[in-house]
Structure formats: structure tokens, C-alpha cells
């Protein structure tokens, strides 16, 4: 690993949907990692690219829960709906499959955010309308997690 855990990445859909993954990004992963990805939902308006390890990680953490709850058996069906496995090829570029990128709206620009080892896919304008923030409106945000919340900071969102 490179020591980056995390990345921010805004670039151009190619022709038939290909992305082609940026050379820092792929520096940041094991070796081993760097070719062969599962596509799912991502666990908000986006696409998740998972490594063999992370996606091998979910999948252990789904298969331990009781299937027979239906709310699990639910979101087990929506998150594995449109699961795909894809390799890169020699220019480090895969197909986003369609149904997903029907899904998200992904048409020319994407953003790519690595966060240790999971890749988010945004469509570019929906990524900025949810994340662009003033420096105030960041300053209050940071504020509000570090003093108000200290033990979980998600608690009265």
C-alpha cells in the first residue's frame, strides 16, 4: 500500500461507459488488488467498487445474518441486485454495467472517493450537490461533531 487511505478523483466517463481508474488511486491498494472489483449499489446515491478483500468482507458479514428476517432478506436482494464482478484490462479501464449507471445517472463526469479500500462512483453534479459546503458551513459541521457528540456524532442527526 501507498499510506493514502483516501482519494478524491473527478474524471470523464469513457466511450460504452469505461473508467479508467487513476494511477494514484490503484497505487493506494495492494497489489493484488488492483485488477479484478465487484460493482453493487452503493449505500447512497452512488455506485460502490469494492477490492476482493472489502467485498469478500461484506459478503461474510451478509452471510452471517439470519435471512429469514425479511428487512435482511430485503436489503440482502437490493444490495446483491446488479452485482457484477469486472476485471480491468491493460490500460486499467472497466464497464460500469449498465443497469447502474441507468441507476445513478452516471453520463460523463464521475467522482471517485476512496476510503480505505472502498471506491464510491457519484455522478459528478449529484456528488457536488450534496458535499459542496461554504467554509462556514464545514467549520459548523466539524464544530458540531467534535463538541456536541463526542461519544457518537450521528446521534441527533
Same mark, same amino acid.
Given at each position: 500500500?501507498?499510506?493514502?487511505? /483516501?482519494?478524491?478523483?473527478?474524471?470523464?466517463?469513457?466511450? /460504452?461507459?469505461?473508467?479508467?481508474?487513476?494511477?494514484?488511486?490503484?497505487?493506494?491498494?495492494?497489489?493484488?488488488?488492483?485488477?479484478?472489483?465487484?460493482?453493487?449499489?452503493?449505500?447512497?446515491?452512488?455506485?460502490?467498487?469494492?477490492?476482493? $478483500?472489502? /467485498?469478500?468482507?461484506?459478503?461474510?458479514?451478509?452471510?452471517?445474518?439470519?435471512?429469514?428476517?425479511?428487512?435482511?432478506?430485503?436489503?440482502?436482494?437490493?444490495?446483491?441486485?446488479? $452485482?457484477?464482478?469486472?476485471?480491468?484490462?491493460?490500460?486499467?479501464?472497466?464497464?460500469?454495467?449498465?443497469?447502474?449507471? *441507468?441507476?445513478?445517472?452516471?453520463?460523463?463526469?464521475?467522482?471517485?472517493?476512496?476510503?480505505?479500500?472502498?471506491?464510491?462512483?457519484?455522478?459528478?453534479?449529484? /456528488?457536488?450537490?450534496?458535499?459542496?459546503?461554504?467554509? *462556514?458551513?464545514?467549520?459548523?459541521?466539524?464544530?458540531?461533531?467534535?463538541?456536541?457528540?463526542?461519544?457518537?456524532?450521528? *446521534?441527533?442527526?
Amino acid at each position: 500500500m501507498s499510506g493514502f487511505d /483516501y482519494g478524491f478523483w473527478e474524471i470523464a466517463i469513457e466511450k /460504452y461507459g469505461r473508467l479508467k481508474l487513476p494511477a494514484l488511486l490503484l497505487k493506494s491498494l495492494p497489489e493484488t488488488e488492483r485488477q479484478r472489483f465487484w460493482v453493487t449499489h452503493g449505500f447512497g446515491p452512488h455506485i460502490m467498487l469494492w477490492t476482493e $478483500t472489502a /467485498y469478500r468482507t461484506q459478503m461474510e458479514f451478509l452471510n452471517s445474518l439470519d435471512r429469514n428476517i425479511i428487512e435482511i432478506k430485503k436489503f440482502r436482494n437490493a444490495f446483491l441486485r446488479n $452485482t457484477t464482478f469486472v476485471e480491468c484490462d491493460v490500460q486499467d479501464r472497466f464497464v460500469i454495467p449498465k443497469p447502474l449507471m *441507468e441507476h445513478y445517472k452516471i453520463e460523463k463526469e464521475v467522482v471517485l472517493l476512496l476510503d480505505n479500500g472502498k471506491i464510491e462512483i457519484w455522478n459528478a453534479p449529484e /456528488y457536488h450537490a450534496q458535499f459542496d459546503m461554504s467554509p *462556514e458551513e464545514l467549520n459548523l459541521l466539524n464544530e458540531k461533531i467534535h463538541t456536541t457528540h463526542q461519544h457518537n456524532p450521528f *446521534e441527533n442527526f
